[in-house]
């Protein structure tokens, strides 16, 4: 709130506004400013800063104040207002008005709390805050005034400020009265959008429920539809993201629909819906039918006009310097896709005014090469702007009746030269474009004019009557052009009332004169009637005076006009009818000097004139006809002519007599046979009607082989000489009209049920080009397709629909959950209905409850942990030793097993349901199958193990989980290892390249032999817990560990129970009752033989594990035979493993001794016990300054003083272990100074330095063996364990070597390097690599180091420095990494020596699958051999896999460090493969190319076709061919060999059978309107001799059918080119006086049907335009003086004058176009190009006055051009 006023200062109660809010705020600053000539006569102080805004969005108010400096009052405003925070809030901001009233919230009353909601636009005092009780009638005033910026109505900008509602306009200002337009622009002028108003009226029926009654698109505005009548509104939305929405509005009330308000209103007979918009989608509004009845909906809207036009920026300038222009133009833009488009979608809209271009002046400095007067005198006073100019108009689409015609306008421009050219249209667009389409021939066509008709032809009964019909023009005139067909009738009947009394008469009752004259009219010529006729006149005299001549007469179209009795011609085409004869033969008689009188009555005389004629003309032959075939055999007819026997010159046939005609005479003709020719099918039909389609035709080449027989053969392409006739051509390129084009069907929105697809379907104008032009939907008229439709209209499969899972039946703890289940299908309508269970696919039980779990159960005063589910769990290790049909096990151990048992699972549970209880293999989720049964009661069946069952098997109980093991044991004992697909791929890779023994081994230390702590582990070989106790099992299974008695009666019954044998051994069958089925034995005591062997040597394990597992057997065994004791009754408990036969083989080395103490009675030997070394931890001893004893585990110190040293070694054990010593690992050479003592132990005298070292003491016996060490030194100094061995590595995953040797490996190695130490005191282990020390980041545990992975980069020299106070040893081990040799990925420097050892030679990179080079003979190759490794790989060539150097008759050179094979001189020997064989220590890599010698050869192989069936023409050619390997190639390739020489073999000279020959067809009777052509057909028989002779025609119709001799011809219409008279002399001057004139010429067939023009293409096609004679172009150019030039010497003075066009009668100009068939003078030119004289100081151009006026003279270029006037100056 602003603070309250001082005494003496005056505050405007009504509040004070700043009128210029906003004008100068940046420039205030908070401290005090000088006061203004205003505010020091008030006395006021400045303004002071603004406060915050009342808001932070929305719209608020902040305020300023000022204080009064007078005691006196001050005159004016004290505060001041603005609006701030002007941004609209986000939609979760909610209502500023709601957020004051829910403040009140949780403050009482009346003693009670209320939820308070607004009550907006109080029209008393909006400015109030009014609440409302939610949920009650209670409106209460919580406070006098909302707060500063609360809008004083919801649909107004107006904000309450002190309590009172103040004017905001659009424009956020204070007193603002700027309202925004109705397209919701502020202060705008409406003309962004427009006002859409309609009524819709329903036309729904019973197939079409509902329609669309109008689409709103996006932005528009004051929306309000009212629908009358039955039917319901709804709305369907489309977002600009494509977003599809549907609202049915079944209820009044306000919703927001895409974020647009939509208020609707249902009301019993109507129904209202307003949106204010803008809306934010493209709303359809439909209808839905709801009754019989019919409903209109009225529709207003204001849509935005979303294409506007938008002014461009200036164009370019016309010149880069000396003042030019520069235009605007305008585009058209879419607002809603903010992209430029077609100029046409702004046209659109009669609303959108395109901007006119603006124009101005530019780039006016001057030009460096001018003298830079521009502004003096600017030079294009008399060079024209550009302008527009068009070319004369074309010719009329039409007629007559209304056509158009176009013309193209340009913009050019005229540069001071007078050159016109062409520039961009939008320098012109400074005054309106010329149009360039216009109306013509507007006048009406020819129509036909009828005139009265004739009076009857009969004064009594029935006659007839005539009137003339003309085709009359717009002048009035009598003309062709009408169309036939509309044609009034000319003539009908007539009746006279008066009767006729002459019955008997039959003629009307006339005047028999006149129609017996007209009989004699009809034999003379026809009378002139009131209908168009042929009207012949009489016929000439005879051209000669004897013999025969011709006469000829004049036939014209005529007709009677009857209201002027005058005759008329008309055109030949208006009369009906054949036309009569214009000339006939005449007979003078005969020419013997007698003339006798011919008279018509005498018969005799006329017949004895007749025979003359006999015996003046006769028949004759003369010559042959054209052959009908140019090639392969055709047909020549003898021409028979009627000929004047005494001139022998052709007469008229019907001078000779017919019937002496002589017969037809045919011969053959042409048998050649024919080349091969192109055969051309006919075009297809367009592909398009329109735009720009294609047509099609079949091309082939072909070869008629026999004409006779219709034999024709389809040849290669090439083989005919001439090009090829193009098979496409385009067709119909012309735009088509704008149509819709729909989009392919969009998938169902359901797999069945009755669902919809839809479609997009546009408006598209195919263009000329082939393009599609989109257009908005109101440019195509026909209906739009539908854009949707019905699809799957097929029931669905029924299925179940499940319900929600209901809550967990306990609250904590383990519970429950259920669903229901009910059976429905979808019906094809769409409608879901339930139908009987039996009908859905069974349900698992797992789908209707599931186990929840939810936080555990505490009670007070118990642990929680009680009620966590236990499973009791069997920690056992089972191993099956003989087949058994089913074995029963607990969860929580492994089990070993043989193939094709059957295994029962238990998971024994408390606190648990044991139907919750789960299962899984490997991790996956287990269900009930064939194989395998998951029972609801805890427990798991397999059946019949199979190697895939091996695995991890989980059981869940909650979130309690046990585990059990499951491994196979295959038919020789050993553990079936998983499928290689379950190992990862270095184990996979070095399982199988590892030998047996090799990879049992790895796979022992993989499967956790030596785990807790072994250096393999320790090295990061993960361990796989299933597979921890492998290698005990492996080993136990391998050895037995059973005595050989009870073993080789194992074998006996495995054999027996194979064989199904039931003759055993009874005392075999008793020894079988005491071995095991089944070994059980708890994980305990595996662990602890586990972790027993991780604390040997490495060196003794292997002989300690298998000491250790023969202990673990024997156990087995014996635990066993107890358990058995107790079983077995009194008299059985005697058995002995005596009795047991004895064995056939020995398995182990310790079955001997079992077998012996066995046998003894009474159990007095001690127990039987593997070795054991006894250490003792005491210093070594010193007996006296000489010598020295120690045990195994100590280090000794020689000193210079020793004499003797004694080492001892104790060992137990039964039997007595054997004890051997060893030395730096190779076994101690004894000798007289190095002895063994009786009691095992060493004693080395007079020791050496060559006697330093580790000695090991081996403790052997038949159950294992021990070994420990004892370091020996001199005096206490470090000692090192070393190796001098090289260890090469090319397979195995991990190297483990001691410190000393060399190792050579692959990359990807882990390598482990020992450094075993001793010394006294204890030595300090350093590690180098290449002499730098080795960080803490290295793998070092025990004196080793591990690298993991090796690459080339950790290559070098390792070293192991041990250290004492005695002194420092150091010893190094070289790591070289391997690559074994293998193809380099990038092949660029390869190929770069190839280029440089031969560039122009042929070359090839050899791969290790193979590559291939063909090469001609005696060329040379380049073979390269890409290959890298470390070290540098060794390359051997071979060739034929045997050396190159080996291989006979090849040249060749090794290049390139060997990577390169030059084989120079090529020859078939050359041919086959080459190779070569990298190899390094790493590996080897071969790879392979193959040479191909190709040559080319002619080869005469086979005969072709012979060319004719029969005849004396057929022949063989024989046929060559150019081959390459066999294979047919170009003959080109063969042109340097020598063809060979072939003759034509004869063939098939045998008669032909009897054909039909054809004559060549006939000249067609019409040449166009159909017409039809002969052809004459015979049977000939061509004989072996060539000669073709006549037979009958039976002989040919057996063999084929008589070919057809007459056919319809010139089918096509009758066309012909008309034109219309010409036009006026108007267009283009094109010289003096001389015009051109244009008529409009068209194709028409002759009943005057308009045609398009490339019907009558074949015909010439008459002019259309043509020189005139016009006044218009009585103009010539007229030009006016020269100015005076602008400077007299120098290079810049130039001058320039007038030149217009200007008529030369009225001496007026006229638009210079019409002067454009003469050069135009040039208006410009330089002058007074002259060298100036420095000898005096003088002006030399004539503007210098304007120059001292302009105070230029300071500038030098003005100052030297104008020396004289600026000297003055």
Request: glycine share 6%; with cysteine.
């Amino acid at each position: 709130m602003p603070p309250v006023c001082k005494p003496h200062c005056f505050v405007d109660g009504k509040g004070i506004f700043d009128s210029e809010i906003g004008s100068a705020l940046e420039k205030e600053k908070s401290s005090r400013t000088a006061r203004s000539e205003e505010d020091r006569e008030g006395l006021w102080d400045a303004w002071g800063p603004w406060s915050e805004c009342s808001r932070t969005c929305g719209g608020g108010a902040s305020y300023s104040l000022r204080r009064c400096l007078s005691s006196k009052s001050c005159e004016g405003r004290n505060i001041r207002y603005r609006t701030c925070s002007n941004v609209d809030c986000p939609p979760e901001a909610g209502d500023f008005r709601a957020q004051q009233c829910s403040a009140h919230n949780d403050v009482k009353h009346h003693g009670q709390f209320y939820e308070w909601l607004p009550v907006s636009n109080d029209p008393d005092n909006p400015c109030s805050l009014k609440c409302q009780a939610k949920g009650t009638s209670l409106v209460v005033e919580l406070a006098p005034k909302v707060l500063d910026g609360t809008r004083c109505y919801t649909e107004s900008l107006d904000m309450c400020i002190s309590g009172l509602c103040q004017i905001v306009g659009c424009d956020h200002q204070l007193g603002s009265t700027i309202k925004e337009d109705n397209c919701g622009v502020c202060n705008g002028d409406g003309s962004t959008c427009r006002l859409v108003r309609g009524q819709y009226k329903s036309q729904l029926s019973a197939t079409k429920l509902d329609d669309t009654v109008v689409a709103i698109p996006y932005g528009s505005r004051h929306i309000r539809l009212v629908l009358k009548g039955p039917d319901h509104l709804y709305l369907e939305t489309k977002t600009l993201q494509g977003t599809k929405g549907e609202n049915s509005l079944s209820s009044t009330g306000n919703f927001l629909v895409d974020n647009s308000t939509v208020d609707f209103q249902k009301l019993p007979d109507k129904e209202i819906l307003r949106m204010a918009g803008p809306l934010t989608a493209d709303f359809i509004i439909k209808i839905r039918d709801s009754g019989p009845a019919d409903s209109t909906v009225q529709f207003i809207f204001y849509q935005p006009i979303i294409h506007r036009w938008r002014e461009t920026d200036f164009f370019p300038c016309s010149a880069t310097c000396g003042g030019g222009y520069q235009l605007t133009s305008a585009e058209c833009y879419d607002l809603r896709s903010s992209r430029v488009v077609a100029d046409q979608y702004c046209h659109y809209y009669p609303e959108n005014i395109k901007p006119k271009p603006k124009l101005q002046e530019c780039n006016l400095d001057p030009c460096p090469a001018s003298d830079g007067y521009k502004q003096i005198m600017p030079y294009d006073l008399y060079h024209p702007l550009p302008r527009w100019e068009a070319t004369p108009w074309t010719a009329c689409s039409s007629s007559c009746g209304g056509g158009i015609q176009s013309r193209a306008v340009s913009c050019v421009e005229e540069d001071i030269q007078g050159h016109v050219t062409s520039v961009e249209e939008w320098k012109c667009m400074y005054t309106p474009k010329m149009p360039t389409v216009q109306p013509c021939n507007i006048f009406d066509c020819p129509k036909w004019l009828a005139q009265e008709w004739s009076p009857c032809t009969v004064t009594c009964g029935q006659g007839l009557r005539y009137r003339v019909v003309l085709c009359i023009d717009h002048r009035g005139m009598h003309t062709g052009g009408c169309s036939a067909k509309t044609k009034p009738h000319i003539k009908e009947e007539c009746i006279i009332p008066t009767p006729c009394y002459k019955p008997k008469e039959k003629l009307p009752v006339e005047a028999k004169l006149p129609w017996f004259k007209q009989a004699q009219e009809l034999e003379e010529g026809a009378a002139v009637s009131e209908e168009p006729s042929f009207i012949p006149e009489a016929w000439s005299a005879c051209t000669v005076t004897c013999g025969v001549g011709t006469q000829v007469r004049t036939v014209r179209c005529q007709v009677l006009l009857s209201f002027s009795q005058s005759v008329a011609d008309l055109p030949v085409d208006e009369c009906e009818g054949p036309k009569p004869a214009s000339q006939r033969a005449c007979y003078a008689g005969p020419c013997n000097g007698e003339i006798p009188e011919f008279n018509p009555e005498n018969t005799d005389g006329l017949l004895g004139g007749l025979q003359d004629l006999d015996e003046l003309y006769d028949w004759e032959y003369e010559g042959f006809t054209k052959c009908s075939e140019s090639c392969g055999g055709g047909v020549q007819e003898a021409v028979v002519s009627c000929l004047n026997k005494q001139t022998r010159e052709l007469a008229d046939e019907n001078l000779c007599v017919t019937s002496q005609r002589p017969p037809q005479l045919l011969k053959s003709c042409n048998l050649d046979p024919c080349p091969a020719r192109w055969e051309v099918g006919k075009w297809s039909p367009c592909s398009l009607t329109c735009g720009v389609g294609l047509q099609t035709r079949d091309v082939f080449c072909s070869h008629l082989l026999s004409r006779e027989m219709n034999e024709m053969v389809i040849l290669a392409d090439e083989l005919c000489r001439h090009p090829k006739p193009s098979t496409v051509q385009a067709c119909n390129r012309f735009n088509c009209a704008p149509a819709w084009y729909p989009a392919q069907w969009q998938q169902c929105s359901r797999t069945c049920g009755g669902g919809v697809q839809k479609r997009d379907v546009l408006c598209k104008q195919r263009m000329a080009d082939g393009s599609f032009l989109e257009l908005p939907e109101t440019f195509c008229s026909a209906s739009k397709p539908a854009s949707q439709q019905a699809c799957k209209k097929d029931d669905c499969p029924s299925e179940w629909l499940l319900s929600n899972w209901t809550e967990c039946s306990v609250s904590c703890g383990e519970g429950t959950q259920t669903r229901s289940a009910i059976c429905q299908r979808v019906l094809k309508t769409g409608v879901s209905t339930v139908v009987n269970s039996t009908l859905c696919p069974p349900l698992p039980f797992s789908s209707s409850i599931r186990p929840c779990m939810l936080a555990t159960c505490a009670r007070p005063g118990q642990p929680s942990t009680k009620y966590i589910p236990h499973i009791a769990a069997a920690r056992n290790i089972y191993i099956q030793t003989r087949r058994q049909k089913k074995l029963h096990f607990i969860v929580g151990g492994f089990a070993y097993l043989l193939p094709k048992t059957a295994v029962v699972l238990r998971c024994p549970t408390r606190r648990f349901r044991k139907p919750l209880i789960t299962w899984e293999k490997d991790g996956q989720h287990l269900i009930s199958s064939a194989h395998v049964t998951v029972a609801p009661f805890g427990y798991l069946k397999i059946h019949r193990l199979k190697p895939s069952d091996a695995g991890v098997y989980t059981c869940s109980a909650g979130p309690t989980r046990e585990q059990f093991v499951i491994k196979l044991i295959g038919g020789n004992r050993k553990l079936v290892a998983r499928p290689l697909s379950l190992w990862s791929e270095d184990e996979a890779l070095q399982l199988r390249k590892a030998k047996p023994k090799e990879a049992l081994q790895t796979h022992k230390h993989q499967n956790g032999i030596f785990s807790n702590g072994s250096k393999a582990e320790k090295r990061g070989l993960a361990a796989d817990p299933g597979s921890r106790y492998d290698g005990i099992v492996s080993l136990l299974l391998e050895q037995g560990g059973w005595p050989g008695e009870l073993l080789a009666s194992w074998e006996v019954q495995d054999s027996t129970e194979r064989n199904a044998s039931s003759e055993e051994d009874p005392n075999t069958e008793q020894a079988l009752l005491h071995l095991p089925f089944t070994m059980v034995t708890e994980q305990k005591r595996l662990d602890d033989i586990l972790t027993n062997l991780s604390q040997q040597p490495e060196e003794l394990r292997d002989l300690y594990s298998k000491h250790m597992v023969a202990q673990l057997a024997q156990d087995l065994f014996r635990s066993h035979l107890e358990h058995q004791d107790v079983l077995l009754k009194p008299s059985e408990q005697r058995f002995s493993l005596v009795a047991v036969p004895p064995p056939r083989k020995h398995v182990s080395s310790f079955s001997s001794p079992l077998r012996s103490s066995s046998a003894e009675s009474g159990g007095s030997r001690r127990p039987y016990r593997k070795p054991t070394i006894l250490r003792k931890i005491s210093a070594a001893q010193q007996l006296s300054a000489s010598e020295v004893v120690t045990h195994l585990g100590q280090t000794v110190a020689l000193a210079s003083g020793t004499l003797s040293v004694l080492l001892h070694c104790e060992a137990v054990g039964n039997p007595r272990p054997a004890i051997s010593w060893a030395r730096n690992g190779e076994e101690v050479q004894l000798s007289d100074r190095i002895l063994l003592q009786p009691d095992d132990s060493l004693q080395i005298l007079a020791p050496v330095e060559a006697d330093v070292g580790f000695y090991t003491c081996n403790a052997t016996n038949a159950l294992g063996y021990d070994s420990v060490s004892i370091a020996v030194t001199l005096a206490g100094k470090p000692l090192v364990k070393t190796s001098r061995m090289t260890v090469v590595n090319t397979e195995k995953p991990a190297v483990t070597v001691d410190i000393g040797g060399t190792i050579r490996t692959v990359r990807g190695v882990n390598v482990t390097i020992n450094c075993q130490v001793a010394g006294v005191p204890e030595v300090e282990v350093t590690w180098f690599r290449n002499k730098s020390k080795l960080g803490s980041s290295h793998h070092l545990h025990e004196a080793s180091l591990l690298l993991t992975n090796v690459s080339f980069s950790d290559q070098g020299l390792y070293s192991c420095r041990a250290t004492n106070l005695h002194g420092m040893l150091t010893e190094n081990t070289q790591l070289l990494i391997l690559d074994p040799p293998q193809v380099p990925t990038q092949l660029e420097d390869i190929r770069a020596l190839l280029s440089a050892t031969g560039p122009n030679l042929p070359s090839v990179l050899m791969s290790p699958l193979g590559t291939q080079l063909v090469l001609d003979p005696g060329n040379s190759a380049l073979l390269a051999c890409p290959i890298k490794g470390h070290p540098t790989p060794n390359i051997t060539w071979f060739h034929d896999s045997q050396p190159v150097a080996a291989a006979t008759g090849l040249t060749y050179h090794i290049l390139g460090a060997g990577q390169i094979l030059h084989v120079a001189n090529l020859s078939g020997e050359a041919q086959g493969e080459f190779s070569c064989l990298a190899q390094n220590e790493a590996g080897i890599l071969t790879q392979k190319a193959s040479l191909v010698i190709q040559d080319y050869w002619w080869s005469v192989d086979r005969l072709v076709t012979c060319s004719a069936s029969c005849g004396n023409r057929g022949i063989h050619q024989p046929h060559v061919r150019c081959l390459l390997n066999n294979t047919e190639v170009n003959p080109e390739h063969c042109a340097g060999k020598p063809r060979p020489a072939v003759q034509p073999i004869p063939c098939n000279r045998r008669d032909c059978p009897s054909r039909w020959m054809v004559t060549s067809w006939s000249a067609c009777t019409r040449s166009c309107g159909g017409g039809i052509q002969t052809r004459r057909v015979t049977c000939q028989k061509l004989k072996a001799s060539g000669i073709s002779t006549p037979v009958s025609n039976d002989m040919c119709t057996q063999l084929a059918k008589r070919p057809v001799d007459t056919q319809a011809c010139n089918q096509q219409l009758c066309v012909e080119w008309a034109f219309s008279s010409w036009g006026q002399c108007n267009g283009p001057c094109i010289g003096p006086r001389l015009a051109m004139q244009h008529r409009q010429v068209f194709c028409q067939t002759r009943d005057g049907i308009t045609l398009p023009s490339e019907q009558c293409s074949a015909l010439p096609r008459p002019v259309s335009t043509q020189n005139c004679w016009s006044d218009a172009c009585s103009v010539h150019w007229r030009v006016s003086l020269w100015t005076l030039c602008t400077a007299t010497c120098g290079n810049y003075g130039f001058q320039s004058r007038r030149v217009e066009c200007v008529h030369a009668r009225t001496n007026k100009a006229v638009p210079e176009h019409l002067c454009s068939w003469g050069p135009r003078p040039a208006n410009w030119q330089r002058c007074n190009i002259t060298p100036c004289e420095n000898t005096e100081c003088r002006d030399t151009t004539r503007h210098c006055e304007k120059v001292k006026q302009l105070k230029l003279c300071q500038l030098s270029q003005f100052r030297s051009r104008c020396c004289g006037t600026c000297g003055k100056a």
